[in-house]
């Protein structure tokens, strides 16, 4: 159930907890040294901040917190924060992240390096507080760097990371950690905590306003006017365009440098993009994202013992799209099956999907493909159903003929 | 700069001709009730009056005139003053004075005239019509000519606006250290912010989001404080942004008692995006959005009362206050700034849209004036101790027409429409009075510190 590929003897300063999702994001913060947190409570991300809240209190993390009235004022309190020179940190889930959503918006375009959790819920309506991934996949295109995590352990690790990643000169993109509401939010695992001297030289000096600040010391406008037609307007829109899109792709090498540093520094590395499971000789595989993996994994152990050549790819880092990774992991493949945990409306499939066939573009041939969707509004997805996954997309690579999206919880 | 010096304003039309300043003037300098001992003078003239006084003039002919070095002006207080162990009675003064400003007086056997009574002059005091004031703008005047003007010169506002001036106003009170938020409307709009990379303020200025003003600020300046540096937040921003939109996090700010500074500046709709309909604007007015036509006749809602919500607040400071009135309204920003260190500093300062309300564009002071002569506007101040206190006289009120008539934005109104807008001005004034009243007990000992 893990995503620790190398594990290494704990070092000695390291200290053992047992905690859920979100008690790890907190201790993270707390190590990172934030100086200004905001928050809103909402289900399944309150926790967290009531870990905060009590960090806070005890004098564990030395950050301001503001309990503001919503999670508009949430990103905005941490966009003016951010832009007076803080380390910032927020989570939010599903109806919280679609009211934020003015102010996250504008987040990557002024080029901030906030990190926020989202803790995945389905999104309204039909009603729901359960977890799935329809919130972040549906702010996937706005510009911020979004990582999946496998395990409690992955969120601490990757939330100190999403620091380095975010304040990196090359990157300077605000970072999405997202952990799987209820499943990974909720459910305790053993956890390291690695030291906070470590965590202090691995992250270094913070640096978050030398491109874009408020202060009367070096005194600049923040986001004048541009674009328009004629002047010097619409060049100067598609400059920062592309600096965006350029810090989006900047973070590929950026983030998997910093993890092969985690993995040097503290014993535990984690896959940066991708992960493959299992993949050597596989005929054929299944992609998943988040905490599902682990049941997926154990599906392909018990397929692998049975004598079925299948493997397993696990996507990290959902954007930017791992695409080179992904079309290079399925290469060998005669067909996969990717299983999501929310929908793309128009398309009738999951979102994730389309971003793999879309990558598969880069494959010297057609590989067929299939799209699962299962765990929706916090349902389990178990070994049962990637047996399910595993038997058709075994199928498809007989006959090479994809069938319409398989709904997995529909008959739970 | 020169210096300024504070005045004697004369309104010879709101003069009844009663002579009671010359009264008080003979009693405070001649213990006399001889009114030809008075330093002022009220002499008919045609239907009206006309004044005889001393201008305390900044080249004074008396003093050039004087022979013997008994006149001479002050330059701290500019009053010219008159040393009766120098005067030799030649009346040489008299002679060079174009305003009846220095006269002799038979009954004391020298000249006199206006010394200003020390900064409150009785004649003014005791004049009830209003054709008197104490004009004491000099003081803003000294204090902030010589300060840095912190925006751009030649920032593209609509001719007539006084949003600058309110701009250039507070900023320079404030100084550096500050980072200025203006949210999308009138005052990005005649670029403070700029335009592709060049910036039309000296100071850290930034759009924030038109919903998120209050919030951007906290986060601003709560980091500052943790860092041990003083640097203020101040937003200037519409009504729209403010009341509608914006509101949310304003509330929200002010609830949490974040340590800013707040001017809305109230011009009642968005007038920089083509003259919309916002929560501010008063009922029956035209705008874009509430249209007069043969079905709709303007808005069919009154105003929000954005000031007093902020009240319920409990904010460390809310004011309101207008352009016509500088000096209320420099006071009122001093205290709004050292309230601000502390707590949530609120002022809405009221702002005539030459272009969207549909009035000459010279006429911008006269309409804010008129707006608070009629009680259109009331002009009042609010702290958690003292309470809420009118900082104008509501009495004596002009009739509503004097302010409506000027304004195309009401040109269609039919009488009931007057009659509903004087409703709710009785109304407005009665619920203020009544927390004017209160002061002391609901509102006493409940703000932050």
């Given at each position: 159930m893990s995503a620790v590929l190398a594990p290494k003897p704990a070092k000695a300063e390291s200290k053992l907890v047992v905690c859920d999702g979100n008690e790890a994001a907190a201790w993270a913060v707390s190590l990172a040294n934030v100086d200004m947190v905001a928050v809103y409570p909402i289900t399944p991300q309150s926790s967290l901040v009531e870990y905060l809240a009590k960090f806070i209190a005890d004098g564990r993390l030395g950050a301001e917190i503001v309990d503001v009235e919503g999670e508009h004022s949430v990103l905005s309190v941490l966009q003016g924060a951010c832009l007076a020179g803080a380390r910032t940190y927020t989570a939010s889930c599903g109806p919280g992240l679609a009211f934020m959503f003015e102010p996250y918006l504008r987040t990557p375009g002024m080029r901030l390096p906030l990190v926020m959790t989202i803790v995945t819920r389905d999104t309204l309506t039909p009603q729901s507080v359960w977890g799935g991934h329809q919130d972040a996949m549906s702010v996937r295109e706005v510009g911020w760097v979004q990582m999946y995590c496998e395990s409690v352990q992955e969120v601490l690790d990757t939330t100190i990371m999403a620091y380095k990643i975010a304040e990196h000169h090359d990157v300077m993109l605000p970072v999405n950690i997202c952990h799987d509401g209820n499943y990974l939010s909720f459910g305790a695992a053993r956890c390291e905590l690695p030291d906070q001297a470590e965590v202090n030289a691995f992250l270094g000096e913070k640096d978050v306003?030398?491109?874009v600040a408020l202060d009367p010391q070096r005194p600049m406008a923040v986001d004048p006017l541009t674009g328009g037609a004629g002047g010097p307007g619409p060049s100067a829109f598609v400059r920062y365009r592309k600096g965006q899109c350029s810090g989006m792709q900047n973070s590929l090498k950026v983030i998997t440098d910093m993890h092969e540093e985690w993995g040097r520094r503290f014993g535990r590395s984690h896959a940066p993009l991708i992960e493959s499971y299992r993949?050597?000789?596989?005929?054929y595989a299944i992609v998943t994202i988040g905490s599902m993996t682990g049941a997926a994994k154990d599906a392909v152990d018990a397929a692998r013992a049975r004598g079925e050549k299948v493997g397993l790819v696990k996507v990290k880092t959902y954007r930017p799209f791992p695409a080179e990774a992904l079309a290079s992991a399925l290469a060998q493949v005669k067909a996969f099956g990717v299983v999501d945990r929310s929908v793309s409306f128009g398309w009738n499939c999951g979102p994730l999907f389309q971003d793999a066939i879309t990558a598969m573009q880069c494959a010297p041939t057609r590989i067929p493909a299939m799209s699962f969707i299962g765990g929706l509004a916090g349902a389990d997805l178990t070994v049962t159903h990637f047996e399910r996954v595993i038997g058709r997309t075994k199928e498809l690579a007989r006959d090479g003929r994809p069938a319409a999206t398989v709904w997995l919880n529909e008959k739970d | 700069m020169g210096a300024a010096y504070e005045t004697i304003y004369f309104k010879a039309d709101a003069c009844d001709g009663c002579n009671e300043c010359m009264s008080a003037c003979a009693r405070a300098?001649?213990?006399?009730?001889?009114?030809?001992?008075?330093?002022i003078q009220i002499v008919p003239s045609g239907e009206g009056f006309e004044l005889a006084l001393c201008r305390q003039c900044g080249d004074p002919e008396c003093v050039l005139n004087c022979p013997a070095g008994a006149l001479a002006k002050n330059a701290g207080s500019g009053v010219i003053a008159w040393d009766g162990s120098k005067c030799v009675n030649c009346l040489l003064c008299t002679v060079g004075c174009a305003y009846g400003g220095i006269a002799y007086d038979a009954q004391a056997g020298h000249v006199i005239k206006c010394d200003m009574c020390a900064g409150d002059p009785a004649c003014v005091k005791v004049?009830?019509?209003?054709?008197l004031k104490h004009v004491k703008t000099a003081r803003i005047y000294n204090e902030v000519g010589n300060l840095e003007d912190l925006f751009a010169p030649g920032l593209s506002g609509c001719q007539g606006c006084n949003t600058e001036l309110i701009m250039r106003h507070t900023l320079r009170r404030i100084g550096p250290d500050v980072v200025v938020a203006t949210p999308p409307g009138c005052i990005p709009g005649m670029g403070s912010v700029g335009y592709n990379g060049l910036t039309g303020t000296k100071v850290p200025v930034f759009h924030p989001l038109l919903t998120n003003t209050a919030s951007m600020l906290a986060g601003v300046r709560r980091h500052y404080k943790r860092m041990g540096r003083d640097v203020m937040a101040v937003a200037l921003a519409g009504d729209g942004g403010t009341a509608d939109v914006g509101f949310q996090s304003l509330s929200g700010a002010a609830e949490r008692g974040e340590e800013i500074l707040y001017i809305c500046v109230d011009n009642e709709g968005y007038m920089n995006t083509g003259m919309q309909r916002s929560g501010c604007t008063p009922y029956g007015a035209w705008t874009s959005t509430t249209p007069v036509g043969e079905r709709a006749h303007g808005k069919t809602q009154d105003a929000k009362n954005l000031p007093l919500l902020m009240v319920m607040h409990n904010c460390a400071y809310v004011a309101t206050a207008s352009t016509a009135f500088m000096q209320d309204l420099y006071d009122k920003l001093e205290r709004a700034i050292e309230a601000a260190k502390t707590g949530f500093a609120y002022l809405h300062i009221y702002s005539p849209c030459t272009t969207g309300w549909r009035?000459?564009?010279?006429?911008n002071i006269e309409v804010a004036r008129k707006a608070v002569e009629t009680n259109f506007v009331l002009l009042w101040e609010f702290n958690p101790r003292d309470g809420l206190q009118l900082t104008?006289?509501?009495?004596?009120?002009?009739?509503?027409d004097e302010y409506l008539e000027v304004l195309g934005k009401y040109r269609h109104l039919d009488p009931d429409q007057v009659e509903h807008i004087e409703r709710t001005l009785a109304n407005n004034l009665a619920r203020i009075r009544g927390f004017a009243a209160a002061k002391g007990t609901a509102s006493a000992e409940a703000g932050r510190g």
């Open positions: 306003n030398w491109h993949m050597d000789g596989a005929d | 300098k001649a213990q006399s009730d001889d009114q030809l001992q008075s330093r004049c009830t019509t209003g054709a009035f000459p564009s010279d006429q104008h006289p509501a009495e004596n009120a002009k009739p509503i």
